[in-house]
């Protein structure tokens, strides 16, 4: 007798592993399938949940993809990732930062995010801690999760421009902490850490040489000050013996479909992220890693050009949220999302005598009242709070945030 799927599994739930289990799919992913399904409705939805660049990756890096495959660049990689792109990691880490590391030091992965995994995977023991300033990018606990580790989450709240202090890192230190993760600029809130914020946090990671530092800086290059993004590692370079630095292609070059994403370390932890590559996925794909070759070689105009569009999006979606009563808008200086404070709307009853409790709550009436998707600060750590993406047209964010303030204009 056949079984169908669903009943399959009633009857042997073991068959997902406890650590799987402790685990949950992206918000990201889960918030795609509701949209789609609204839209099968035949609603009009505004989408203001994207993490990725709506702009197509610059003709100049396709043709050289479609140059590898002509030139048979169709075989396995090096799975380290190929010499010349990590020569030109290596060119782009040392213009960027003033670090210079030699290739065997450099790894090519499927993206930032198999970079972080990666690591994750390579240095936790069971317990081990990790500190994750909140609110985080919402992969990083469940990423540590999944490796046997444990999150310490450190919050840092929109007073403090929503960057972790020197005092809540020192707090969050135990003996069992092996990790501090950065994110600067910051999915979800656009913090940028200047270089005395890092000056206050460096001096603490100096004290406590048993924590490593992993630095996401994959919206590095989208930053909107005008002064250049400062790295931990400028601040303090002995720390450079103890931190990974974790970027990629994607945000910058808009090439999140390609999937590469690289990091720099130490060669013992390179090589134990490289000794798991070999056994799990291999190299990277062979003509996504000449794309990328030909991103950080080539003209870098794009960048700019996408980051002054990002900026434009920004002053407009900012200028759109702050006018709305009951958010508190906190600047983004980098990354394209803004991260509203709605707590001023908590309490307040829908025009169907519904009471919005949560920020949850928040973003389903905003989505059934409105049309526009957004994600929930509790997905990040930070309850009371939404993000919403201005990776969209300039029409979408003005759309959505008027949307947005007509539905809040109906709370009472
Ligand atoms: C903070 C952060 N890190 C890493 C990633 C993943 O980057 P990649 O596409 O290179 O895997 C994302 C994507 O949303 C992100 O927001």
């Not at 969209?392 to 809040?408: H, V, Y």
Request: proline share 7%.
């Amino acid at each position: 007798m056949s079984m169908t799927n669903a009943a399959a599994l009633a009857t042997s739930p073991s068959i997902v592993s406890e650590r799987i289990q402790r685990i949950k799919l992206s918000p990201s992913v889960a918030v795609r399938t509701i949209i789609a399904q609204l839209r099968e409705q035949g609603r009009r939805i505004i989408d203001l949940t994207i993490g990725e660049p709506d702009f197509s990756t610059p003709e100049h890096i396709c043709a050289a993809a479609t140059a590898a495959m002509a030139r048979g660049e169709t075989k396995y990689p090096a799975s380290q990732g190929t010499p010349a792109l990590r020569k030109a990691v290596a060119a782009r880490m040392q213009a960027d930062w003033g670090v210079s590391y030699p290739v065997g030091q450099i790894i090519v992965s499927t993206g930032a995010k198999q970079v972080i995994y990666n690591a994750l995977a390579a240095t936790l023991n069971e317990g081990d801690e990790v500190i994750i300033p909140a609110p985080f990018w919402v992969s990083y606990p469940d990423m540590v999760v999944v490796n046997g580790g444990t999150p310490v989450i450190a919050n840092a709240t929109p007073e403090q421009g929503y960057k972790l202090t020197p005092e809540a890192l020192e707090r969050a230190i135990t003996p069992r902490t092996k990790w501090l993760m950065m994110n600067s600029p910051s999915n979800p809130t656009g913090a940028l850490y200047t270089r005395e914020d890092l000056e206050g946090l460096c001096a603490v990671l100096l004290r406590n040489p048993h924590v490593w530092l992993m630095t996401d800086d994959i919206y590095a290059r989208l930053n909107f000050t005008g002064s250049p993004t400062v790295h931990p590692i400028q601040v303090a370079p002995a720390l450079a013996a103890r931190t990974l630095l974790v970027n990629g292609v994607s945000k910058a070059y808009a090439m999140t479909g390609w999937r590469i994403g690289f990091g720099a370390g130490p060669e013992p932890l390179i090589q134990a992220m490289a000794v798991l590559q070999s056994q799990s996925t291999s190299g990277a794909s062979s003509i996504s890693q000449a794309a990328a070759l030909e991103a950080l070689t080539g003209p870098q105009d794009c960048v700019q050009q996408f980051a002054a569009t990002f900026r434009e999006r920004r002053d407009v979606a900012v200028r759109l949220m702050a006018g709305i009563d009951g958010l508190k808008v906190v600047v983004p200086e980098g990354a394209f999302y803004v991260f509203p404070d709605c707590n001023g709307l908590m309490g307040k009853t829908t025009p169907t005598g519904e009471v919005l409790r949560t920020d949850t709550d928040l973003t389903n009436y905003l989505l059934r009242e409105a049309g526009v998707a957004l994600i929930d600060g509790t997905a990040y750590g930070a309850p009371g709070t939404f993000r919403l993406s201005f990776a969209a047209s300039m029409d979408a964010i003005a759309q959505g945030c008027e949307g947005i303030r007509a539905a809040c204009a109906k709370l009472i």
